[in-house]
Protein backbone atom coordinates (compact mmCIF):
# COMPACT_ATOMS: atom_id res chain seq x y z
CA UNK A 1 0.00 0.00 0.00
CA UNK A 2 1.28 3.52 -1.07
CA UNK A 3 1.43 6.40 1.32
CA UNK A 4 -1.94 8.21 0.63
CA UNK A 5 -1.97 11.74 -0.68
CA UNK A 6 -4.23 14.18 -2.24
CA UNK A 7 -5.54 13.35 -5.85
CA UNK A 8 -8.11 16.15 -6.67
CA UNK A 9 -9.60 19.36 -5.56
CA UNK A 10 -12.52 21.86 -6.34
CA UNK A 11 -13.64 24.49 -4.43
CA UNK A 12 -17.43 26.54 -4.25
CA UNK A 13 -17.34 30.15 -3.47
CA UNK A 14 -21.34 32.01 -3.72
CA UNK A 15 -19.95 34.71 -6.24
CA UNK A 16 -22.25 37.08 -4.01
CA UNK A 17 -20.07 38.83 -1.47
CA UNK A 18 -20.92 41.89 0.87
CA UNK A 19 -18.54 44.39 1.31
CA UNK A 20 -17.58 44.49 5.04
CA UNK A 21 -17.93 48.55 4.90
CA UNK A 22 -21.36 48.37 3.86
CA UNK A 23 -22.05 46.12 7.07
CA UNK A 24 -20.52 48.91 9.46
CA UNK A 25 -22.62 51.70 7.63
CA UNK A 26 -25.15 49.53 8.60
CA UNK A 27 -24.46 48.99 12.27
CA UNK A 28 -22.48 52.46 12.38
CA UNK A 29 -24.46 54.26 14.22
CA UNK A 30 -25.04 52.10 17.57
CA UNK A 31 -21.89 49.79 16.87
CA UNK A 32 -18.44 52.32 15.86
CA UNK A 33 -16.31 49.26 17.20
CA UNK A 34 -16.91 47.48 14.26
CA UNK A 35 -14.75 49.51 11.85
CA UNK A 36 -12.35 48.63 13.13
CA UNK A 37 -13.16 45.12 11.11
CA UNK A 38 -14.66 46.44 7.44
CA UNK A 39 -11.73 45.83 5.08
CA UNK A 40 -12.38 43.48 2.60
CA UNK A 41 -15.23 41.07 1.73
CA UNK A 42 -17.23 38.14 2.76
CA UNK A 43 -18.81 35.62 0.49
CA UNK A 44 -22.94 35.17 0.66
CA UNK A 45 -24.77 32.32 -0.08
CA UNK A 46 -28.31 32.76 -1.55
CA UNK A 47 -31.50 31.82 0.23
CA UNK A 48 -31.26 28.61 -1.68
CA UNK A 49 -28.02 27.63 -0.79
CA UNK A 50 -26.86 25.76 2.25
CA UNK A 51 -23.80 23.55 3.61
CA UNK A 52 -25.11 20.58 1.57
CA UNK A 53 -25.78 22.80 -1.86
CA UNK A 54 -21.96 24.13 -1.71
CA UNK A 55 -20.44 20.71 -0.46
CA UNK A 56 -22.33 19.05 -3.34
CA UNK A 57 -21.00 21.95 -5.84
CA UNK A 58 -17.07 21.78 -4.55
CA UNK A 59 -17.22 18.08 -5.19
CA UNK A 60 -18.80 18.64 -8.34
CA UNK A 61 -15.80 20.83 -8.86
CA UNK A 62 -12.82 18.76 -7.69
CA UNK A 63 -14.33 15.19 -9.69
CA UNK A 64 -14.99 17.29 -12.71
CA UNK A 65 -12.19 15.50 -15.09
CA UNK A 66 -11.30 12.30 -12.98
CA UNK A 67 -15.00 11.09 -12.69
CA UNK A 68 -16.56 9.07 -9.14
CA UNK A 69 -15.97 5.78 -9.96
CA UNK A 70 -13.83 4.90 -7.20
CA UNK A 71 -14.99 6.53 -4.48
CA UNK A 72 -15.89 4.84 -1.50
CA UNK A 73 -16.03 7.29 1.52
CA UNK A 74 -17.42 11.09 1.90
CA UNK A 75 -16.96 12.79 4.80
CA UNK A 76 -18.85 16.09 5.00
CA UNK A 77 -17.36 18.49 7.68
CA UNK A 78 -19.30 21.75 8.64
CA UNK A 79 -20.82 23.31 12.39
CA UNK A 80 -23.15 24.57 10.60
CA UNK A 81 -25.15 21.47 9.13
CA UNK A 82 -28.87 21.95 8.23
CA UNK A 83 -30.33 19.39 10.05
CA UNK A 84 -29.73 17.97 13.64
CA UNK A 85 -30.64 14.40 12.51
CA UNK A 86 -30.59 14.25 8.60
CA UNK A 87 -26.82 13.47 7.37
CA UNK A 88 -25.47 15.69 5.07
CA UNK A 89 -23.07 13.77 3.73
CA UNK A 90 -26.13 11.17 2.53
CA UNK A 91 -27.73 14.11 0.93
CA UNK A 92 -24.39 15.04 -0.85
CA UNK A 93 -23.84 11.19 -1.72
CA UNK A 94 -26.76 11.18 -3.79
CA UNK A 95 -26.86 14.42 -5.48
CA UNK A 96 -23.64 13.40 -6.65
CA UNK A 97 -24.87 9.92 -7.90
CA UNK A 98 -22.65 7.97 -5.82
CA UNK A 99 -23.23 4.31 -5.06
CA UNK A 100 -25.41 3.34 -2.11
CA UNK A 101 -22.39 1.60 -0.39
CA UNK A 102 -20.21 4.38 -0.08
CA UNK A 103 -19.84 4.93 3.20
CA UNK A 104 -20.89 8.52 4.26
CA UNK A 105 -20.00 10.41 7.69
CA UNK A 106 -20.88 13.83 8.90
CA UNK A 107 -18.04 15.70 11.15
CA UNK A 108 -18.59 18.55 13.10
CA UNK A 109 -19.01 19.90 16.19
CA UNK A 110 -15.13 21.78 16.14
CA UNK A 111 -13.90 24.02 13.74
CA UNK A 112 -10.85 21.35 13.20
CA UNK A 113 -13.82 19.31 12.07
CA UNK A 114 -12.34 19.77 8.47
CA UNK A 115 -8.71 19.17 8.95
CA UNK A 116 -9.70 16.06 10.95
CA UNK A 117 -11.87 14.93 8.49
CA UNK A 118 -8.73 14.70 5.74
CA UNK A 119 -6.31 13.62 7.88
CA UNK A 120 -8.97 10.87 8.85
CA UNK A 121 -8.72 9.92 5.54
CA UNK A 122 -5.38 10.28 4.85
CA UNK A 123 -4.76 7.43 7.47
CA UNK A 124 -7.16 4.64 6.05
CA UNK A 125 -6.16 1.60 4.62
CA UNK A 126 -7.72 1.46 1.69
CA UNK A 127 -6.65 1.40 -2.35
CA UNK A 128 -9.82 3.69 -3.01
CA UNK A 129 -10.73 6.91 -2.97
CA UNK A 130 -12.28 9.20 -0.02
CA UNK A 131 -13.96 12.42 -0.63
CA UNK A 132 -13.56 14.86 2.13
CA UNK A 133 -15.61 18.00 1.77
CA UNK A 134 -15.87 20.96 4.64
CA UNK A 135 -18.39 23.72 4.10
CA UNK A 136 -20.30 26.39 6.21
CA UNK A 137 -23.09 28.35 6.03
CA UNK A 138 -22.69 30.18 9.67
CA UNK A 139 -25.92 32.86 10.48
CA UNK A 140 -24.73 35.02 13.12
CA UNK A 141 -26.42 37.90 15.31
CA UNK A 142 -27.16 41.62 12.93
CA UNK A 143 -24.37 44.16 14.24
CA UNK A 144 -22.06 40.93 15.47
CA UNK A 145 -17.92 40.71 15.09
CA UNK A 146 -18.92 37.11 12.95
CA UNK A 147 -21.48 38.93 10.99
CA UNK A 148 -18.83 40.90 9.41
CA UNK A 149 -15.85 38.35 9.86
CA UNK A 150 -17.39 35.01 8.76
CA UNK A 151 -18.15 34.11 5.12
CA UNK A 152 -19.24 31.10 3.56
CA UNK A 153 -18.17 28.39 1.02
CA UNK A 154 -16.76 24.40 0.62
CA UNK A 155 -13.65 22.88 -0.37
CA UNK A 156 -13.43 19.70 -1.35
CA UNK A 157 -10.39 17.40 -1.70
CA UNK A 158 -10.00 13.61 -3.18
CA UNK A 159 -7.77 11.66 -1.24
CA UNK A 160 -6.04 8.36 -2.91
CA UNK A 161 -3.30 6.01 -2.93
CA UNK A 162 -2.75 6.67 -6.35
CA UNK A 163 -2.54 9.54 -9.08
CA UNK A 164 -1.34 12.40 -5.96
CA UNK A 165 -0.74 15.58 -6.60
CA UNK A 166 0.31 15.95 -3.20
CA UNK A 167 1.31 13.49 -0.58
CA UNK A 168 1.14 13.73 3.57
CA UNK A 169 4.70 13.24 4.66
CA UNK A 170 4.34 14.52 8.13
CA UNK A 171 1.24 15.17 10.59
CA UNK A 172 0.17 16.01 14.56
CA UNK A 173 -2.77 16.07 16.22
CA UNK A 174 -2.80 17.76 19.91
CA UNK A 175 -6.73 18.20 20.90
CA UNK A 176 -7.38 20.30 24.40
CA UNK A 177 -10.67 21.74 25.87
CA UNK A 178 -9.49 25.10 25.54
CA UNK A 179 -12.25 27.28 24.88
CA UNK A 180 -11.61 30.23 22.39
CA UNK A 181 -14.82 30.37 20.96
CA UNK A 182 -17.82 28.26 21.71
CA UNK A 183 -21.52 28.27 20.30
CA UNK A 184 -24.41 26.42 22.43
CA UNK A 185 -27.76 25.43 20.93
CA UNK A 186 -30.26 28.14 21.19
CA UNK A 187 -27.81 30.75 21.85
CA UNK A 188 -25.24 33.27 19.87
CA UNK A 189 -21.69 32.22 18.97
CA UNK A 190 -19.66 33.78 21.65
CA UNK A 191 -15.42 34.43 21.44
CA UNK A 192 -13.38 35.07 24.30
CA UNK A 193 -10.68 37.55 24.82
CA UNK A 194 -8.21 38.14 21.65
CA UNK A 195 -5.05 38.60 23.90
CA UNK A 196 -5.74 35.32 25.91
CA UNK A 197 -6.60 33.49 21.87
CA UNK A 198 -3.27 35.12 20.52
CA UNK A 199 -0.22 35.47 23.36
CA UNK A 200 -1.75 31.91 24.95
CA UNK A 201 -3.88 29.12 23.76
CA UNK A 202 -2.13 29.41 19.71
CA UNK A 203 1.77 29.49 21.40
CA UNK A 204 0.27 26.66 23.47
CA UNK A 205 -1.06 24.34 21.19
CA UNK A 206 -0.35 25.60 17.43
CA UNK A 207 3.38 26.02 17.54
CA UNK A 208 4.27 22.89 19.14
CA UNK A 209 2.07 21.21 17.08
CA UNK A 210 3.42 22.42 13.78
CA UNK A 211 6.91 21.77 15.03
CA UNK A 212 6.00 17.95 15.80
CA UNK A 213 4.63 17.58 12.37
CA UNK A 214 7.46 19.06 10.58
CA UNK A 215 10.01 17.37 12.53
CA UNK A 216 7.76 13.59 11.48
CA UNK A 217 8.37 15.48 7.97
CA UNK A 218 11.83 16.03 7.78
CA UNK A 219 11.32 19.37 7.29
CA UNK A 220 12.43 22.63 9.08
CA UNK A 221 10.20 25.85 9.07
CA UNK A 222 13.03 26.89 6.24
CA UNK A 223 11.82 24.07 3.72
CA UNK A 224 7.75 25.54 3.77
CA UNK A 225 6.79 27.11 0.93
CA UNK A 226 2.84 27.55 1.78
CA UNK A 227 1.37 28.10 4.58
CA UNK A 228 -2.23 27.97 5.66
CA UNK A 229 -2.11 29.13 9.46
CA UNK A 230 -5.17 29.59 11.52
CA UNK A 231 -5.74 33.43 12.03
CA UNK A 232 -9.72 33.05 15.00
CA UNK A 233 -8.52 37.00 15.77
CA UNK A 234 -6.84 39.18 13.52
CA UNK A 235 -2.92 39.25 13.90
CA UNK A 236 -2.97 35.32 14.98
CA UNK A 237 -1.14 34.66 11.42
CA UNK A 238 1.78 36.72 11.51
CA UNK A 239 3.13 36.27 14.88
CA UNK A 240 2.52 32.41 14.51
CA UNK A 241 4.55 32.71 11.06
CA UNK A 242 7.17 34.74 13.25
CA UNK A 243 6.70 32.06 16.37
CA UNK A 244 7.64 29.44 14.24
CA UNK A 245 10.29 30.88 11.71
CA UNK A 246 8.39 30.40 8.42
CA UNK A 247 10.53 33.10 7.09
CA UNK A 248 10.50 31.34 3.61
CA UNK A 249 6.24 30.69 3.38
CA UNK A 250 4.18 32.43 1.47
CA UNK A 251 1.11 32.62 3.46
CA UNK A 252 -2.72 31.90 2.04
CA UNK A 253 -5.45 32.92 5.01
CA UNK A 254 -5.60 36.62 4.98
CA UNK A 255 -6.35 36.52 1.14
CA UNK A 256 -8.98 34.24 1.88
CA UNK A 257 -10.06 36.19 5.09
CA UNK A 258 -10.26 39.77 2.88
CA UNK A 259 -12.09 38.05 0.34
CA UNK A 260 -14.69 35.72 1.26
CA UNK A 261 -14.50 36.07 4.71
CA UNK A 262 -13.73 33.32 8.10
CA UNK A 263 -15.03 29.90 6.44
CA UNK A 264 -15.13 27.82 10.02
CA UNK A 265 -13.95 23.99 9.33
CA UNK A 266 -13.44 25.09 5.71
CA UNK A 267 -11.03 27.50 5.78
CA UNK A 268 -7.90 25.12 5.99
CA UNK A 269 -9.27 23.10 3.41
CA UNK A 270 -9.80 26.37 1.13
CA UNK A 271 -6.34 27.56 2.12
CA UNK A 272 -5.21 23.55 1.07
CA UNK A 273 -6.71 23.76 -2.46
CA UNK A 274 -5.32 27.88 -3.15
CA UNK A 275 -1.78 26.40 -2.10
CA UNK A 276 -1.83 23.21 -4.33
CA UNK A 277 -3.06 25.19 -7.12
CA UNK A 278 -0.60 27.67 -7.17
CA UNK A 279 2.51 25.50 -5.86
CA UNK A 280 5.44 24.22 -8.01
CA UNK A 281 6.64 20.42 -7.82
CA UNK A 282 8.62 20.16 -4.78
CA UNK A 283 7.31 22.69 -2.85
CA UNK A 284 6.03 21.99 0.85
CA UNK A 285 3.11 22.79 2.07
CA UNK A 286 1.76 23.28 5.70
CA UNK A 287 -1.78 23.52 6.85
CA UNK A 288 -3.70 23.83 10.17
CA UNK A 289 -6.72 22.97 11.82
CA UNK A 290 -7.50 25.28 15.14
CA UNK A 291 -10.41 24.39 17.82
CA UNK A 292 -10.33 22.73 21.08
CA UNK A 293 -6.77 21.34 19.80
CA UNK A 294 -5.04 21.34 16.83
CA UNK A 295 -3.87 19.57 13.63
CA UNK A 296 -1.20 19.94 11.26
CA UNK A 297 -0.36 18.21 8.36
CA UNK A 298 2.68 18.76 5.55
CA UNK A 299 2.67 17.83 2.30
CA UNK A 300 4.99 17.67 -0.38
CA UNK A 301 3.95 18.55 -4.35
CA UNK A 302 4.25 16.13 -6.32
CA UNK A 303 2.57 17.35 -9.67
CA UNK A 304 1.56 20.96 -10.97
CA UNK A 305 -2.15 21.57 -11.39
CA UNK A 306 -3.65 22.97 -14.05
CA UNK A 307 -7.46 23.71 -13.01
CA UNK A 308 -7.52 25.82 -16.30
CA UNK A 309 -11.16 27.38 -16.53
CA UNK A 310 -12.25 26.15 -12.85
CA UNK A 311 -9.43 28.38 -10.91
CA UNK A 312 -10.11 28.27 -7.60
CA UNK A 313 -7.91 31.68 -7.27
CA UNK A 314 -10.56 33.03 -10.03
CA UNK A 315 -13.55 32.00 -8.04
CA UNK A 316 -12.23 33.60 -4.72
CA UNK A 317 -11.74 36.85 -6.61
CA UNK A 318 -14.91 36.55 -8.63
CA UNK A 319 -17.78 38.60 -6.94
CA UNK A 320 -20.74 40.41 -7.58
CA UNK A 321 -21.70 42.55 -5.07
CA UNK A 322 -25.37 43.34 -2.84
CA UNK A 323 -26.16 45.94 -0.22
CA UNK A 324 -26.69 44.59 3.56
CA UNK A 325 -30.42 44.85 3.74
CA UNK A 326 -30.75 42.19 0.67
CA UNK A 327 -27.54 40.33 2.35
CA UNK A 328 -29.93 40.06 5.69
CA UNK A 329 -32.84 39.49 4.22
CA UNK A 330 -31.51 36.14 2.32
CA UNK A 331 -30.46 35.18 5.92
CA UNK A 332 -33.76 35.89 8.00
CA UNK A 333 -31.83 38.37 10.20
CA UNK A 334 -34.30 40.66 8.67
CA UNK A 335 -38.04 39.01 8.16
CA UNK A 336 -39.69 40.82 5.36
CA UNK A 337 -43.31 41.30 5.13
CA UNK A 338 -43.96 40.10 1.70
CA UNK A 339 -47.48 40.30 2.27
CA UNK A 340 -50.32 37.55 1.03
CA UNK A 341 -48.32 36.07 -1.92
CA UNK A 342 -46.01 34.40 0.84
CA UNK A 343 -49.08 32.85 2.42
CA UNK A 344 -47.96 28.93 1.41
CA UNK A 345 -47.67 25.83 2.74
CA UNK A 346 -44.51 24.56 1.49
CA UNK A 347 -44.77 20.98 3.28
CA UNK A 348 -43.21 18.20 1.75
CA UNK A 349 -44.53 14.61 1.29
CA UNK A 350 -42.31 12.24 2.98
CA UNK A 351 -43.65 8.94 1.57
CA UNK A 352 -43.51 10.75 -2.35
CA UNK A 353 -40.21 11.60 -1.45
CA UNK A 354 -39.04 8.29 -1.02
CA UNK A 355 -40.55 6.93 -4.08
CA UNK A 356 -39.07 9.47 -5.93
CA UNK A 357 -35.92 10.76 -3.90
CA UNK A 358 -33.28 9.03 -6.29
CA UNK A 359 -34.95 10.58 -9.42
CA UNK A 360 -35.38 14.12 -7.81
CA UNK A 361 -32.02 14.07 -5.85
CA UNK A 362 -29.46 13.18 -8.10
CA UNK A 363 -31.59 14.38 -10.79
CA UNK A 364 -32.14 11.34 -13.73
CA UNK A 365 -34.33 10.96 -16.18
CA UNK A 366 -35.04 8.16 -18.45
CA UNK A 367 -35.48 6.70 -21.57
CA UNK A 368 -37.71 3.34 -22.58
CA UNK A 369 -34.96 2.36 -25.64
CA UNK A 370 -31.27 3.05 -26.00
CA UNK A 371 -32.18 5.61 -28.93
CA UNK A 372 -35.33 6.88 -27.63
CA UNK A 373 -36.40 9.96 -26.33
CA UNK A 374 -34.79 11.65 -22.52
CA UNK A 375 -37.65 12.55 -20.53
CA UNK A 376 -37.76 14.26 -16.54
CA UNK A 377 -39.80 12.93 -15.00
CA UNK A 378 -40.07 9.23 -15.16
CA UNK A 379 -43.98 8.38 -16.38
CA UNK A 380 -46.50 5.60 -16.09
CA UNK A 381 -47.41 6.59 -19.93
CA UNK A 382 -43.58 7.80 -22.01
CA UNK A 383 -42.90 10.20 -23.56
CA UNK A 384 -43.70 8.41 -26.93
CA UNK A 385 -46.69 6.98 -25.75
CA UNK A 386 -45.53 3.38 -24.78
CA UNK A 387 -46.63 2.22 -20.77
CA UNK A 388 -44.03 1.68 -18.86
CA UNK A 389 -42.62 1.58 -15.40
CA UNK A 390 -40.13 2.65 -13.79
CA UNK A 391 -37.63 -0.19 -14.06
CA UNK A 392 -38.35 -0.25 -17.73
CA UNK A 393 -36.59 2.86 -17.77
CA UNK A 394 -32.76 3.47 -18.67
CA UNK A 395 -31.25 5.80 -15.96
CA UNK A 396 -29.98 8.80 -17.61
CA UNK A 397 -28.25 11.76 -15.50
CA UNK A 398 -29.16 15.22 -16.13
CA UNK A 399 -27.23 17.27 -13.54
CA UNK A 400 -23.80 17.33 -15.43
CA UNK A 401 -24.95 17.99 -18.74
CA UNK A 402 -25.42 21.25 -20.12
CA UNK A 403 -28.88 22.63 -21.84
CA UNK A 404 -29.77 25.58 -24.02
CA UNK A 405 -32.34 28.27 -22.98
CA UNK A 406 -35.66 27.77 -24.85
CA UNK A 407 -37.56 30.17 -22.78
CA UNK A 408 -37.03 32.62 -19.79
CA UNK A 409 -39.51 34.38 -17.67
CA UNK A 410 -38.89 37.10 -15.31
CA UNK A 411 -41.96 37.11 -12.46
CA UNK A 412 -42.37 39.80 -10.05
CA UNK A 413 -45.72 38.91 -9.03
CA UNK A 414 -44.95 34.97 -7.79
CA UNK A 415 -43.04 34.52 -4.01
CA UNK A 416 -39.69 34.18 -3.85
CA UNK A 417 -37.29 35.10 -1.22
CA UNK A 418 -34.96 36.75 -3.95
CA UNK A 419 -37.30 38.64 -6.16
CA UNK A 420 -37.98 38.36 -9.42
CA UNK A 421 -38.72 34.77 -9.90
CA UNK A 422 -37.17 33.24 -13.07
CA UNK A 423 -38.51 30.85 -14.76
CA UNK A 424 -38.75 28.78 -18.31
CA UNK A 425 -38.07 26.02 -20.48
CA UNK A 426 -34.25 24.65 -21.30
CA UNK A 427 -33.67 21.72 -23.79
CA UNK A 428 -30.64 19.28 -22.98
CA UNK A 429 -27.89 18.25 -25.51
CA UNK A 430 -29.61 14.50 -25.42
CA UNK A 431 -32.88 16.64 -26.60
CA UNK A 432 -34.56 16.29 -22.52
CA UNK A 433 -37.19 19.47 -22.38
CA UNK A 434 -38.46 20.59 -19.03
CA UNK A 435 -38.81 23.32 -17.36
CA UNK A 436 -36.85 24.46 -14.96
CA UNK A 437 -36.25 27.63 -12.11
CA UNK A 438 -33.37 30.02 -12.56
CA UNK A 439 -30.48 30.84 -10.03
CA UNK A 440 -27.48 32.90 -9.97
CA UNK A 441 -28.16 34.75 -12.72
CA UNK A 442 -25.81 37.52 -14.58
CA UNK A 443 -26.15 41.05 -14.10
CA UNK A 444 -27.69 40.76 -17.72
CA UNK A 445 -30.38 38.56 -18.16
CA UNK A 446 -30.47 35.11 -19.93
CA UNK A 447 -31.87 34.89 -23.36
CA UNK A 448 -33.07 32.02 -25.16
CA UNK A 449 -30.26 29.80 -27.18
CA UNK A 450 -28.05 30.86 -24.15
CA UNK A 451 -26.05 27.81 -22.30
CA UNK A 452 -26.86 26.53 -18.87
CA UNK A 453 -25.65 24.37 -16.70
CA UNK A 454 -27.36 22.65 -13.50
CA UNK A 455 -26.59 23.09 -9.95
CA UNK A 456 -27.95 21.72 -6.42
CA UNK A 457 -30.38 23.91 -4.08
CA UNK A 458 -32.99 24.33 -2.05
CA UNK A 459 -36.28 24.21 -3.71
CA UNK A 460 -38.40 25.48 -1.11
CA UNK A 461 -38.20 25.60 3.25
CA UNK A 462 -40.86 24.35 4.99
CA UNK A 463 -41.24 27.50 7.67
CA UNK A 464 -43.46 25.46 9.99
CA UNK A 465 -41.43 21.95 10.20
CA UNK A 466 -37.76 22.97 9.18
CA UNK A 467 -38.14 20.68 6.30
CA UNK A 468 -35.72 21.41 2.98
CA UNK A 469 -36.88 20.43 -0.44
CA UNK A 470 -33.64 19.76 -2.51
CA UNK A 471 -33.36 19.95 -6.62
CA UNK A 472 -31.96 21.43 -9.55
CA UNK A 473 -32.05 24.54 -11.16
CA UNK A 474 -30.58 26.24 -14.25
CA UNK A 475 -27.86 28.59 -13.79
CA UNK A 476 -25.33 30.47 -16.09
CA UNK A 477 -22.06 28.69 -17.14
CA UNK A 478 -20.08 30.91 -14.88
CA UNK A 479 -22.14 31.70 -12.46
CA UNK A 480 -22.09 30.93 -8.83
CA UNK A 481 -18.49 30.29 -7.76
CA UNK A 482 -17.95 28.27 -10.59
CA UNK A 483 -14.65 30.17 -12.71
Same mark, same amino acid.
Not at 24 to 30: G, I
Not at 34 to 42: A, D, E, F, I, Q
Not at 353 to 359: A, M, P, S, T
Not at 400 to 428: K, M, Q, R
Given at each position: ??????????????????????????????????????????????????????????????????????????????????????????????? =?? $??????? !?? *??? +??????? /?LLKSLLENSSRQ?????????????????????????????????????????????????????????????????????????????????????????????????????????????????? =?? $??????? !?? *??? +??????? /??????????AIEKAEVGDTIL??????????????????????????????????????????????????????????????????????????????????????????????????????TETGYIDVCLAD???????????????????????????????????????????????????????????????????????????????????
Amino acid at each position: MHARGISAIGSYFPSIRVEKAEIYRAHAWALPGLKSKSRGWRSAARWDEDVVTMAVEAARNATLTMGRERINGLSLASTSHPFKDRSSATIASAA =LN $LPATVFT !TD *QGA +SRRAGTS /ALLKSLLENSSRQHLVIAAEKRIAQAGSWAEISWGDGAAALVTDDENQIAQLTGWHSHHEDCVDFYWADGFKPYQGEERLIKETMLQSQVVPTVQAALEKANASPADVDWAILCDPVPGCEKQLLRS =LK $LENATPI !TQ *QLL +SEVGDLG /AALPLAGLCMAIEKAEVGDTILVTGFGNGCDALVFKMLQAVDNGGNAIESQVTNKRSIGYTAFATSRNIIDLDYGPRAERIDKTALSVHERLRKDITAFIGGKTTAEGAVQFPKTAIAANGSFSTETGYIDVCLADLEATVVSITTDHLSYCPDPPFYFGLVEFENGARLPMEFADLPTQALAAGDTVRMAFRIKSIDKALGYRHYFWKATAVNAGGTA
